[in-house]
């Protein structure tokens, strides 16, 4: 601990910004949701590719894909940068270096380590964007930690006795933990082709989500807490019910 008087020093901060497993500086600094322990994004990974725990206190992350319980923490990358002076400047050499040098035949090996840290992930999952016309806005929010879920309609009777909300095609998407309910409701209406004036209720556990909560508030306050919740995380939307 730093004494009384004195200017701080980096290594004051040493244990809260050097990873258990390399003892170096947290480089993309990734958390394991279920017990918030923090790694380099490549030690975690490459440590899940033989154990499903938590190497710092033993849980265990996920029975069979430990890889979709980690989350980037930009804020904590920031913070570290500008703690320790040149170690932005000496990353940024480092991935110059391996993008110039490796070979073009690492292509799909590329593909394949993007999956495994925090993947987009393709095929069954949906990005979450519209039809695909909007090409430049592509890359909006994928620096931010992103959160898989399940998006499932519950048939029950809603608006003037209306049923006309259906399944989606496809039901997952990955997208911003930051993600808030009123732009999953504006997802639904786009999907679904419903009118502007069509409110829908999303619930989680059976319980209405408010149009400001994010995903990450949904998942850590209400999805996480119910021990026999797998992952992804599933939501239910349905027509909205006027309890009058």
């Not at 992930?121 to 898989?148: L, N, T």
């Not at 999303?202 to 919740?229: A, K, Q, S």
Request: charged share 30%; with cysteine; net charge negative.
């Amino acid at each position: 601990m730093a004494a009384a008087g004195r200017k701080p020093l980096v290594k004051d901060f040493n244990h809260f910004i050097t990873c258990y497993l390399c003892r170096g500086y947290l480089i993309k600094p990734t958390t394991v949701t279920e017990c918030l322990h923090t790694f380099c994004k490549s030690c975690i990974v490459q440590h899940f590719e033989d154990s499903n725990d938590c190497p710092r206190c033993g849980i265990q992350v996920h029975e069979t894909n430990p890889l979709e319980m980690l989350r980037l923490d930009n804020t904590l990358e920031e913070i570290i940068f500008k703690l320790v002076p040149g170690l932005r400047e000496k990353e940024q050499q480092e991935l110059d270096f391996w993008k110039k040098n490796q070979p073009r035949e690492n292509g799909q090996e590329n593909a394949r380590r993007q999956r495994i840290g925090l993947p987009d992930v393709r095929g069954d999952y949906d990005d979450g964007g519209g039809d695909g016309d909007d090409g430049g806005d592509e890359d909006c929010h994928r620096s931010d930690p992103q959160i898989a879920i399940c998006l499932d309609c519950l048939r029950n009777t809603g608006q003037s006795g209306e049923t006309s909300v259906t399944d989606l095609m496809k039901r997952f998407i990955r997208c911003s933990s930051r993600v808030t309910v009123g732009t999953i409701k504006k997802f639904l209406s786009l999907k679904l082709k419903l009118p502007s004036s069509y409110e829908l209720d999303v619930l989680c556990n059976g319980e209405i989500m408010g149009r400001d909560h994010t995903l990450e508030f949904i998942y850590m306050t209400r999805w996480r807490l119910h021990g026999e919740n797998t992952y992804p995380m599933v939501l239910e939307y349905r027509p909205r019910i006027d309890f009058g």
